[in-house]
């Protein structure tokens, strides 16, 4: 069974740091490009960061530019994104995604909530 999960969401200060995780499972990890995609309060789903399959290539959004950093670990089926500088504007239900490259995207993990204060 194919399985996307995320970990490390929490309630995190102005200007900190966190750092999510998300660990996949049922299929061939490094066969799949990664997403991180976030959903704010009464807002749609953003997209926020990609990384390809071997973590040579990656995209960020504008507003992640900079301040997020995405990467992966094959050995371990898990990719990760690391932000720093966060803002009230960052809160949301961030979600991993799998993309297979030339057909599209393929799993959803169920969200890790980060919330910023103030």
């Known amino acids: 069974q194919v399985q996307l999960v995320e970990s490390g969401g929490a309630l995190v200060q102005f200007g900190g740091s966190l750092r999510l995780s998300c660990v996949g499972s049922?299929?061939?990890?490094?066969?799949?490009?990664l997403n991180w995609v976030r959903q704010a309060p009464g807002k749609g789903l953003e997209g926020v960061s990609t990384?390809?399959?071997?973590?040579?290539?990656?995209w960020y959004a504008d507003f992640a530019r900079g301040r997020f950093l995405i990467s992966r670990d094959n050995a371990k089926n898990t990719v990760y994104l690391q932000m720093d500088s966060v803002n009230p504007e960052d809160t949301a239900v961030y979600y991993c995604?799998?993309?297979?490259?030339?057909?599209?995207?393929?799993?959803w993990g169920r969200g890790t909530q980060v919330t910023v204060s103030s």
């Open positions: 995604a799998s993309v297979l490259p030339g057909t599209g995207w393929r799993d």
């Open positions: 049922g299929f061939t990890f490094n066969h799949y490009a």
């Open positions: 990384i390809d399959l071997d973590g040579r290539n990656t």
